[in-house]
């Protein structure tokens, strides 16, 4: 276990590291992984561990980064970006985006999002392989650009570049210059093409996502452009992170098994099952912080300026909180996991997530039935994105 490499994205293309996080749960301290001579880490493997660092932003800054991938060396979109921004300034900004996606003001997005799910669903029902983690790589941008007031000619492009940089790893994903050089592109035209948008929209005020960004006032004062442009970047990204894999999960491994079958069944169930897929995906594989001071955690010394990294699979299976947490239980009640975090830092867009992945299991168990795998499918290669890329499957549309 000491000699894992637990930063390469390797590692999570399969189920090894539940294993590797188990027996990381049951040591009596927190374990340091050390990744070169200048850089190592904490890691927080307990549910209650990953509590206290995450709703602790005094004494666990994520104004440094918190991304693995960024270990070392401080995220030029510190204080500016929402997700790497401590209070009080993050609350302040956060506020009217908060308002915005908010439970009721989503809920009067459903009418939007379900014949966009069903856009998606449609070739399932046709009697060939569908590849459903495809289809639901797509699912994030088709209700987050309408909410973004994005052209949908444009979708294709974004979820591609944005799942370029949740998986840069991925040899799918990547440009033949290598991971740096395929990042730092899409990182380019990603900001280039809000930066364009942006003057655009400012002249064009609405009720989208954009306009509220554009228009909000924190400080005394409007956001700046490069401000925006970082929100805007944040946003697609927790979307394209947590929205998808929670369906690819549970149609990459319960198939073929009785879940589904037993799910549709019960539709009263599919508020209780959907948050335990997003459990058991838990789509955001890790969190990285900072230590401001010296504290212990679990027994452990942390000292200011080590890093701590939250692995939020790990946590989301933690025996003493989830009984029998091996297994997948749609009844599961309560289901307090940590799929969107937790603390000031919770996702913003957990409602429009919820929302859409409910919506997704109502349509697809409503209208299918018979899933069957049509062949292997695959992890993506990432140490941050939890999720399937390729899920190839068969069905037959209900009578």
């Not at 989301?316 to 940590?338: G, Q, T, W």
Request: net charge negative; aromatic share 8%.
């Amino acid at each position: 276990m000491g000699l894992t490499d637990l930063i390469d994205p390797n590692l999570y293309s399969d189920d090894t590291a539940r294993e590797i996080w188990r027996q990381m749960r049951a040591l009596d301290g927190l374990s340091w992984h050390q990744v070169d001579e200048q850089r190592g880490f904490w890691s927080i493997v307990k549910y209650a561990d990953a509590d206290l660092v995450l709703r602790d932003a005094a004494a666990f800054t994520s104004e440094r980064g918190t991304l693995l991938d960024l270990l070392g060396t401080d995220d030029p979109a510190g204080g500016q970006q929402l997700a790497v921004t401590d209070p009080p300034q993050h609350t302040e900004r956060q506020a009217r985006l908060k308002k915005a996606l908010a439970v009721k003001a989503v809920d009067r997005q459903r009418d939007m999002i379900r014949p966009k799910v069903l856009d998606l669903l449609e070739p399932l029902g046709d009697g060939g392989v569908f590849d459903f983690g495809t289809a639901m790589l797509g699912l994030p941008m088709s209700v987050t650009g309408t909410m973004m007031g994005l052209p949908e000619v444009d979708w294709a492009w974004l979820s591609r570049l944005t799942t370029v940089c949740i998986a840069a790893d991925d040899p799918e994903f990547q440009d033949e210059g290598g991971k740096e050089a395929t990042l730092q592109a899409a990182h380019r035209e990603l900001f280039g093409y809000f930066q364009d948008l942006m003057r655009h929209r400012r002249e064009n005020l609405g009720d989208d996502l954009l306009s509220v960004l554009i228009s909000t006032r924190f400080e005394g004062r409007l956001m700046s452009a490069s401000e925006i442009v970082a929100n805007c970047y944040s946003l697609l990204l927790g979307a394209n992170v947590t929205t998808p894999h929670a369906p690819t999960f549970v149609m990459a491994e319960f198939a073929d098994s009785d879940v589904l079958a037993e799910w549709a069944a019960h539709p009263e169930v599919n508020g209780t099952a959907y948050e335990e897929a997003l459990r058991w995906a838990s789509p955001v594989n890790h969190i990285l912080r900072y230590a401001t001071r010296d504290i212990e955690v679990r027994g452990t010394r942390i000292a200011a300026g080590d890093a701590v990294v939250v692995w939020l699979g790990a946590a989301n299976r933690d025996e003493e909180v989830f009984e029998n947490s091996h297994a997948f239980d749609i009844r599961r009640k309560p289901n307090k996991h940590l799929a969107f975090g937790i603390g000031p830092h919770y996702c913003v867009g957990h409602s429009v997530a919820r929302v859409t992945i409910s919506i997704l299991f109502e349509e697809l168990l409503g209208r299918y039935e018979e899933f069957q795998p049509a062949g292997k499918p695959e992890r993506l290669i990432s140490n941050f994105a939890s999720g399937y890329k390729h899920v190839p499957i068969t069905a037959r549309r209900r009578k």
